[in-house]
């Protein structure tokens, strides 16, 4: 299982960033400082070129989840570097986009209320939070009736894709977080629960990207995608954060945590990528 070369630099920014163990890899680890160093880096890059003359840029537009993964890892950033030049750029893309999110039911489209809802927890304004629960609460009053099968009707109005697991869980438990109502910690682990009893391999503790790769052999062996485990883990990592330990939403997603970052540690090669 080789990592995608597409994956994105903004993954560097989230909480779950994978070093290559020393001991058994036998690398140089990084310190604090380099890493720090390197992630500024890439942040001032990005503020610098995400816009030309004043005007987006991107291939992809600024609500896409492209986009909205860099973003959730800035807010990141922006809080470990201390410099309000990073939430003001952030802000700015919120203020230009009303706040709002495009699809209803589509986790990708949920992306960017991550950092929407970093936002509001530094600015506490209300324009920032109330879009993203006005969507949250239509949804836990119309879910998606769609089964998780490749290809059904509406197929992806659920989280039937593994990435999926990035995009949109993290929104709801920061809104659970945020706003101390457990319909949204509810809605999450039911739905949560459902992808993984259908996507979760027991034997290899990775995800399978979607149904369609349930068959799949690569000289006889499983398929997984790795940039899309890495979503999930990353995912895990920023729900983890929002949950009191000790309860059994928190053990539920550590536990799946572990058994990832095991079988993750076993498939890594001393490159850093997972085979």
């Not at 324009?127 to 836990?140: F, H, R, S, T």
């Not at 101390?180 to 034997?203: H, I, P, Q, V």
């Amino acid at each position: 299982m080789s990592l995608s070369s597409t994956l994105k630099i903004s993954l560097l920014f989230t909480a779950s960033v994978f070093f290559v163990n020393a001991s058994t890899a036998q690398v140089k680890m990084p310190v604090k400082q380099e890493v720090f160093d390197s992630m500024k880096k890439v942040a001032d890059w990005q503020l610098t070129n995400l816009w030309t003359d004043n005007k987006f840029q991107p291939k992809h537009g600024p609500l896409n989840w492209t986009n909205g993964a860099l973003y959730t890892g800035i807010a990141k950033w922006a809080a470990m570097a201390d410099n309000e030049k990073y939430y003001e750029f952030l802000k700015k893309i919120g203020e230009e986009n009303d706040w709002k999110l495009k699809q209803v039911y589509h986790a990708d489209d949920h992306a960017v209320a991550q950092m929407y809802l970093e936002m509001y927890r530094k600015y506490k304004e209300d324009k920032m939070l109330k879009p993203v629960v006005k969507l949250m609460d239509y949804i836990i009053y119309h879910p998606a009736k769609t089964a998780l099968n490749w290809g059904s009707p509406y197929h992806q109005d659920r989280w039937n894709w593994c990435d999926a697991l990035f995009m949109s869980p993290p929104v709801w438990a920061k809104l659970y977080r945020i706003t101390g109502e457990k319909k949204y910690l509810e809605f999450m682990l039911t739905e949560y629960k459902a992808t993984t009893n259908f996507l979760f391999d027991e034997k290899e503790d990775l995800y399978f990207r979607d149904e369609s790769f349930f068959d799949k052999r690569d000289n006889g062996t499983k398929v997984f995608w790795a940039r899309g485990n890495g979503w999930v883990f990353a995912g895990l990592a920023n729900i983890l954060q929002e949950l009191e330990p000790g309860t059994k939403e928190y053990k539920y997603f550590a536990g799946i945590y572990k058994k990832m970052a095991h079988r993750l540690k076993e498939l890594q090669t001393p490159e850093g990528y997972w085979q």
